[in-house]
């Protein structure tokens, strides 16, 4: 049995296509499958979409997707647990190659994510906007890709239940801000050395509304990004954790230095390479003021 998980924070009008999308998937396959829509919104906004008998509604008050995706792991019913965000909109085959995936006994797989953006993004900001909010990977299918696991995520993702309980709970809710899905992963890949497996077929398109398609919003994705790379390394713990941060906060510093002066220079000759440097420098600010954010984690 499937049971795919969505985490929703009202995006309300992303959802009928969304569950109308699985939908149409269900009938070739010859597993059961559920769907629980995990509403995270406090005032339970998702409560009034209409639901076809095989999704489950329920409602988790405690703000933060790490509670969201842990909630939607207890809930589940099935064999294997697969995460869809709200905002991704499954492609004609998604289900059928992720349960192909679970009967050839993929512990761990990920699919590939294709951006559907609503408004056409600023050319010098297509690349980037192109580098977040996709996922191709330079692996065949069927490959194990945990030495690319920076470009994976648990939005679009699927894991054997018996992978999931190896790590308690699988979600770290001090990662609720973010990243709770990197935490996971490190634990799957360095302690418990799970397989995780490239499933191209399985793909989905991100919707990526306007409020996405700016530079402000790339420069602020881009620090917390480089925050979060120091972050999971503090939070290991230990003096081995300690020298890692060290050397990350000293990438970041020579990223800030040189890729800022690289950004001023190529700005009166190239707006799409000075955004790339000035994204690059952004990035290595987040990894020198890490600990903000840690900070407001434990506010």
Known sequence: MLSIIVPTFRREV???PLIAA???QLADLPEVAEMVLVDNSPDASARTVPLPDFVR???EPRAGVAHARNRGVAEARGTHVIFLDDDELPASGWLAAFATAARQGARAAFGAVEPRFETP???ALLAPLDR?????LPARAGAEV???RAYLGSGHSMFARATLALVDPPFDTSFNAGGEDVWLFRQLDDRHKVPMIWCPEALVHEIVPPRRVTLPFLRQRRFSDGQLRCLVESDA???RAAGRVALWMAVGATQ????GLAAAITRPVSEPRSVRYQLAAVGGAGKLLWWRRKARRKE
């Not at 800030?256 to 890729?259: G, S």
């Open 14 to 16: 992303y959802l009928p």
């Open 132 to 136: 977040i909010f996709s996922r191709r």
């Open 22 to 24: 699985v939908a149409s």
């Open 237 to 239: 713990g230990g003096l």
């Open 256 to 259: 800030l230095v040189l890729f």
């Open 146 to 148: 945990q030495s690319l």
């Open 121 to 123: 993004p600023p050319p």
């Open 57 to 59: 509604y329920v409602h």
